[in-house]
């Protein structure tokens, strides 16, 4: 390519590696916050303000019109969510991001930019229980239907496919922990048919698994778990890869027809590889509000700057304990892909070589009063419905979250009886093997 | 503007970006237009915003102002010198401008061609680099200019800039 200007410009300044030449551990820190030019504040701050003052009517115009790049209002922009939004895709290898108030409003967002009511959509079965509610009910709703299939085998995809179908949604290593997916083949099927890929890469984070680099369109996080870290601050964020073609053949119209609450203006034209998130901030954020706070944007910042090296110990640690409990009496199984037993550890071996992630479930012998002695005698575990803090978190899904299901039901959900869903934090290890020790009796 | 063709896909130093939108100072627009709503216009405006001199040239509406700049049916129309050409046509339209760009390059003193997001001519980049004239393509001057000055990442867009420096604000 030609790139050599006839004359010297002006002096160019010293090269510097472009940002997808840098380690995950610079763009953890780095990506998105440059000082503040005006005060030269090191730390991003935090913009609490509603709104921005324009500069004059015609910059109003143009802002309103999406002619220019500025602030209007935090529910559609913010400076400090800004900051974030880079980093998001800077982690995960893609164009641009968008945040939202929580995971579900991150899904949300997405979806609403890919589907007209009437359309449906494919998912595997091995989901965070709440999208699988979101996803089979409260989307139901507003007329999308969602196909819910067994992920184990990726031809269950293909054939699930509809003329309607608009995407395709996984989680690489799914939640509750244990499977993980063969990503390459679910790609193939969602490129044939021309449809995008969703994955939702919370349990993953961006430090054990990119799924942009397996070919994923997309990617959606809950920022609450182990990106913001600390069990402090809610969020979501939606990121595009830039790769996908929503021209192709007509399929997302929201995407290429002219847009008439812009003028006409047509998304993917004018803004080409991150059209698909202005669209998603710019008519379903704007319309449907669920805008990120600055300050949890702010914790989830900071909590970022350390996500690699919190990863590496979450792991490590939930590697101990699941070894720990494999061999435990009181223990019937354990189901973590990083455990050579798994059926899954081939696949965690490819696709999340650092760790297979650090929440997981195993069985006890004792049955059903044996999870709830266990989730009653621990004493560092805490007894919770979250995963992805620094403190271990322990949950017995039979007697809590899933109660109110029939047996065959809580079976299905990989929710039985004697099933415990561990997320393993950062504590001393071997405090948490004995925690479980005494506990177990 | 059509889709981007399916060549490898190119790539440009920030360093060589920087330089150019940063020493042109005025900006023959091929296919710029009168109509407010379409991206050749607001991009105009927002160089306009930015410091440059935007000319637009289109045959359409030679003669006619648009952005309070008169319009002109071609680059030799054009009495001013300019530094740098922005296509913003289609890909098929790009070779022809391309050639007229070389043609007029020494006399107007242009040393680039820019063509927009979507626009790509390889042949034609390989003619204009030939005659020394500097290439881009597939981008567009206002989105660079938003990703290179601290603009673009504001709408969440990954810039690429890692930088712990204290930045001007502007170029």
């Known amino acids: ?97 968008v945040c939202a108030a929580s995971g579900h409003a991150a899904q949300f967002l997405a979806f609403f930019t890919l589907l007209e009511p009437g359309d449906e959509f494919i998912s595997s079965l091995n989901l965070y229980g709440g999208s699988i509610t979101q996803f089979g009910h409260s989307f139901k709703r507003l ?69 942009m680099e397996w070919g994923a369109d997309l990617v959606v996080h809950s920022t609450t778990k182990f990106l913001s870290g600390h069990g402090t601050s809610m969020g979501g964020a939606l990121i595009e890869s830039g790769k996908f073609d929503w021209a192709r053949d007509g399929k997302f119209p929201t995407m290429t027809e002219p847009d008439p609450a812009y003028h006409g203006l047509k998304f993917y034209e004018t803004f080409g590889d991150f059209g698909f998130t202005m669209k998603a901030r710019t008519v379903a954020l704007r319309d449907f509000g669920p805008a990120m706070s600055p300050a949890n944007a702010f914790y989830t910042i900071t909590g970022i700057e350390s996500l690699p090296v919190r990863m590496e110990r979450h792991v490590a640690n939930a590697q101990k304990v699941a070894k720990f409990l494999d061999a435990h009496p009181a223990v019937d199984w354990v189901s973590y892909a990083g455990l050579k037993n798994s059926p899954y550890h081939a696949l965690a071996k490819k696709y999340l070589p650092r760790g297979a992630g650090s929440v997981f479930t195993f069985g006890l012998k004792g049955g059903y009063e044996a999870g709830i002695r266990l989730v009653e005698t621990v004493n560092l575990f805490s007894h919770l419905a979250n995963v992805g803090d620094t403190r271990s978190l322990i949950l017995h899904p039979a007697s809590t979250t899933h109660r109110q299901l029939t047996d065959e039901q809580r079976h299905a959900a990989g929710a039985g009886p004697d099933v415990i869903r561990l997320s393993v934090g950062l504590e001393t290890a071997d405090d948490l093997l004995a925690d479980l020790d005494q506990a177990l009796g | 503007m059509s889709k981007p063709a399916a060549e490898e896909p190119l790539h440009y130093d920030d360093a060589l970006l920087r330089r150019i939108l940063t020493n042109a100072k005025t900006i023959a627009m091929v296919g710029a237009s009168p109509n407010w ?50 296509v913003f046509r289609t890909s098929d339209a790009a070779g022809a401008i391309a050639d007229e760009a070389i043609e007029v390059a020494a006399n107007k003193g242009a040393q680039v061609l820019w063509m927009q997001l979507g626009v790509r001519d390889d042949a034609a980049a390989e003619r204009a680099a030939a005659a020394g004239v500097t290439v881009v393509m597939n981008r567009c001057p206002k989105i660079e200019y938003g990703r290179l000055f601290g603009e673009l990442g504001w709408s969440g867009v990954n810039t690429g800039i890692i930088s712990s420096k204290r930045r001007k604000p502007g170029p």
């Open chain 2, 37 to 86: 709503v379409r991206p050749s216009n607001f991009a105009m405006k927002y160089l306009q915003r930015k410091g440059y001199r935007v000319i637009p040239v289109n045959p359409g509406h030679a003669g006619k102002d648009i952005l309070g700049e008169t319009t002109y049916a071609c680059l030799r129309d054009i009495p001013d010198k300019f530094d740098m050409v922005d």
């Open chain 1, 1 to 97: 390519m030609n790139d050599k200007p006839k004359k010297a410009l002006s002096p160019s300044p010293a090269p510097s590696p472009a940002a997808g030449e840098y380690g995950i551990e610079t763009l953890a820190i780095h990506a998105g916050a440059s000082p503040e030019p005006v005060t030269g504040a090191r730390n991003t701050p935090i913009y609490q303000t509603t709104s921005y003052v324009f500069e004059d009517v015609e910059h109003a115009a143009d802002l309103f019109n999406l002619q220019t790049f500025g602030f209007i209002y935090s529910r559609l922009t913010n400076p400090t969510v800004a900051v974030l939004e880079e980093r998001m895709a800077a982690l995960e290898g893609g164009r641009a991001a």
């Open chain 1, 143 to 211: 007329g999308w239907t969602c196909h819910f299939v067994d992920p184990t085998n990726p031809e269950n995809f293909q054939k699930a496919l509809t003329p309607k179908c608009k995407a395709i949604f996984i989680e690489v290593l799914a939640n509750p922990g244990g499977i993980v997916l063969d990503v390459e083949p679910i790609v193939a099927i969602a490129r044939e048919a021309g449809i995008p890929l969703i994955v939702d890469n919370t349990m993953a984070t961006p430090y054990l698994c990119r799924p």
